[in-house]
């Protein structure tokens, strides 16, 4: 998914002279136009504002969360996405890009955050152009103080370019939109209760309150993961019941041993991305102390008989467990997560890609 800045140049020939229109870098969220409104609107004298040319109203605004690497803040900065409703009231068209926009500190003149860029949120970008009696939605980014009070200046550009039109400031409160800080980092307690109650077997009470999944769907996919694993240890295949007792064993080992922290990198009107770092047990990893056990049972009968052999190391599978070394992952999982009805659902991904499924059912620790 992105998040672009798109700039557009226009060269326009009048009266022998050149004129070349400000580049309209508008930092648009197409995503975001449905549902900042519901986040809060102006009230009357706030957030508004008119002059002869163009009136204009913040329509909502929430707090959206982008990694640093593609343009986000961090520290006492978060980067608010506000949606701005904009009405053109004079007869020529108008134009309003990044370039018209100012954030007010005070006497410190800001610019809208134009350098958010991200492969994971999915945008769509409009033109700022107005035309006469027409309104439009535009949603600019700002870097802000939590809890803070600013004002927008807005100085759009007419096509009639004896036409200077004076900028109109509209207040803006963060405090509002406080409810949509806090939800930023739903996410990762959403993926932190999944992996809780699905993969490890524990207790966690957000997952009724965050999280949407299918557990009988999620859990026959994971016995599933972990039979194909399991059976690359062993020469013989196991039976699906085979397996799927290995698997409460592999299950109640990783409850008391694995350890995982996710953080919310990207969250933006509905879409996420949460960050796993984690550490459990590489069923790859068993296959020699499984040979071992195959020796063992060799040399005690002196029997060569593969299932026989197999059939001691299944017996001893509990101890092999307890005996594992914890494999902590080189590099973390990036999970994407969508909204649905207040709740976060995991997006699947194709099969070769890092899952949760693959780190915490399939012991596939990369």
Avoid at 40 to 62: H, L, P, T
Wanted: net charge negative; aromatic share 8%; charged share 35%.
């Amino acid at each position: 998914m992105k998040l672009v800045d798109d700039r557009v140049h226009e060269n326009i020939k009048r009266n022998g002279e050149d004129y070349v229109k400000k580049a309209a870098g508008l930092v648009l969220i197409g995503a975001l136009s449905l549902g900042l409104a519901a986040c809060g609107s102006s009230e009357e004298g706030e957030g508004a504002g008119a002059n002869k040319s163009f009136e204009a109203k913040i329509d909502g605004a929430q707090y959206i969360l982008v990694s640093e690497q593609d343009g986000g803040v961090s520290g006492d900065e978060a980067l608010l996405a506000v949606e701005l409703e904009v009405k053109n009231t004079s007869k020529d068209a108008i134009s309003l890009s990044s370039n018209d926009v100012s954030l007010y500190d005070g006497d410190e003149q800001l610019e809208p955050n134009t350098d958010v860029y991200s492969d994971e949120i999915e945008t769509s970008m409009r033109s700022g152009k107005i035309a006469s009696d027409k309104s439009k939605k535009l949603t600019y980014l700002f870097n802000v103080e939590k809890d803070k009070e600013y004002e927008i200046g807005l100085q759009p550009i007419s096509e009639d370019y004896d036409n200077k039109i004076e900028e109109v400031k509209l207040k803006l409160d963060t405090a509002k939109y406080e409810k949509s800080l806090k939800n930023l980092e739903t996410p990762e307690k959403a993926l932190t209760a999944y992996i809780d109650v699905l993969f490890l077997g524990k207790e966690n009470e957000d997952f009724d309150k965050y999280v949407v999944a299918d557990k009988e769907e999620v859990e026959k996919s994971a016995n599933k993961a972990f039979r194909e694993s399991i059976n690359k240890v062993f020469s013989n295949d196991l039976t699906e019941e085979g397996a799927s007792n290995l698997y409460k064993m592999y299950k109640d080992e990783l409850n008391s041993k694995a350890t995982f922290e996710a953080k919310t990198i990207e969250n933006v009107n509905g879409k996420a991305v949460v960050e796993v770092n984690y550490s459990g047990i590489g069923v790859y990893n068993l296959y020699n102390t499984v040979s071992d056990y195959k020796r063992a049972y060799y040399q005690e009968t002196n029997e060569y008989d593969s299932k026989k052999q197999e059939a001691y190391a299944i017996s001893k599978f509990k101890d092999i467990l307890g005996g594992a070394e914890l494999k902590e992952s080189n590099y973390p999982l990036e999970i994407e997560m969508v909204e649905k009805d207040g709740k976060w659902e995991v997006k699947p991904k194709d099969k070769y890609s890092d899952t949760v499924e693959k780190a915490f059912a399939a012991g596939d620790i990369n």
